[in-house]
């Protein structure tokens, strides 16, 4: 079974914050690394955050120190923390493993505007 179900998109403001999760099935979270990407309409989509089995956190320059990405092994569930949000920020966010191995699922998505 392969299940991806992202969540907690929204309006926010530019500084503020939000919080996406993603419900991931065992059989996919259990032995991966997962990320967090970001899709913009005309441009590819691209890994913005991962974690690994072990914890260990990666982020791409433009979201670091903003953004926190993490993992919990007892809902088989990714976080994405995204604090300081701005403008170019807006975008659909998907989680997935890293590489990306499955298909995507419907995403989430994230607007910043004032």
């Known amino acids: 079974q392969v299940e991806l179900v992202e969540s907690g998109g929204g309006l926010v403001q530019p500084g503020g914050s939000l919080r996406l999760s993603c419900q991931v099935s065992?059989?996919?979270?259990?032995?991966?690394?997962m990320g967090w990407y970001q899709h913009t309409p005309g441009k590819q989509r691209h890994l913005v955050a991962s974690?690994?089995?072990?914890?260990?956190?990666t982020y791409v320059d433009s979201v670091k120190g903003r953004f926190t990405i993490s993992r919990d092994d007892a809902e088989n569930t990714v976080y994405l923390l995204m604090d300081k949000l701005k403008p170019e920020d807006t975008a659909a966010y998907y989680c997935?493993?890293?590489?990306?191995?499955?298909?995507w699922g419907q995403g989430t998505q994230v607007t910043v505007s004032s």
């Open positions: 997935n493993t890293d590489p990306q191995y499955y298909p």
């Open positions: 065992e059989n996919i979270f259990r032995g991966h690394t």
């Open positions: 974690v690994t089995l072990s914890g260990r956190t």
